[in-house]
């Protein structure tokens, strides 16, 4: 099984900061890892896919980079509504897996 | 717009049974992999099961985490565009808000319902 480790898992920030959040792999999945963003009592959203291809009315903000095992979501000039919770997911095979989750607090 | 509508939740006592639904509209659903995740209260999320669509040589074929294999049964209705998940033997652990989500057999899990609660206790 594929275990995701993601980090850090929480961060505090100001609003205009830019964050970095990791996650990598315990083996080789090539690209297939995303990125959701969930608020509190709400679904997750997709965010990226395919480690850097950002999702359909999704801002630009939101950028994915990496291959292999390790992997980073850059989030520029945060806003309120971005401050939630972020996870990873492989999906290159089963059992599907999750990061733990990053939580962006506001500073 | 794909939306994703699950229903079935609710409470049920230890070793008891529930049946999930999610009905999908907006694509193309027997073709795309469905996906059933789980997130128990203040916790991440689980990936539960998935079950490939329905062309090629694995055409629905069930996927199950090891946690809920045995227990929980996967399937889908491709006439009516439903996807269920039947739950059996439940435990308190199985606790937790249930997502349906397209996705899955090496694909990105792209849209999600708005998930429904179960809540096993006595």
């Known amino acids: 099984d594929i275990q995701m480790t993601q980090s850090p898992s929480s961060l505090s920030a100001s609003v205009g900061d830019t964050v970095t959040i990791t996650c990598r792999a315990s083996?080789?999945?090539?690209?297939?890892l995303a990125w959701f963003q969930q608020k509190p009592g709400k679904a997750p959203k997709s965010l990226i896919y395919?480690?850097?291809h950002v999702q359909g009315g999704v801002s630009s903000k939101f950028s994915g980079s990496g291959s292999g095992t390790d992997f980073t979501l850059t989030i520029s000039s945060l806003q309120p509504e971005d401050f939630a919770t972020y996870y990873c997911?492989?999906?290159?095979?089963?059992?599907?897996?999750f990061g733990g989750g990053t939580k962006v607090e506001i500073k | 717009e794909v939306q994703l509508l699950e229903s079935g939740g609710g409470l049920v006592q230890p070793g008891g049974s529930l049946r999930l639904s999610c009905t999908a509209s907006g694509l193309y659903f027997r073709g795309y992999a469905m996906s059933w995740v789980r997130q128990a209260p203040g916790k991440g999320l689980e990936w539960v099961s998935s079950m490939s669509g329905s062309s090629g040589s694995s055409a629905n074929t069930p996927y199950y985490a090891d946690s809920v294999k045995g227990r929980f049964t996967i399937s889908r209705d491709n006439s009516n565009n439903v996807l269920f998940l039947q739950m059996d033997s439940l435990r308190g652990d199985d606790t937790a808000v249930y997502y349906c989500?397209?996705?899955?057999?090496?694909?990105?899990?792209?849209?999600w319902g708005q998930g429904t609660l179960v809540t096993v206790s006595s």
């Open positions: 997911q492989q999906y290159s095979s089963y059992p599907v897996s």
């Open positions: 395919a480690a850097s």
């Open positions: 989500a397209e996705g899955g057999g090496g694909n990105s899990f792209d849209f």
């Open positions: 083996q080789g999945i090539r690209d297939s």
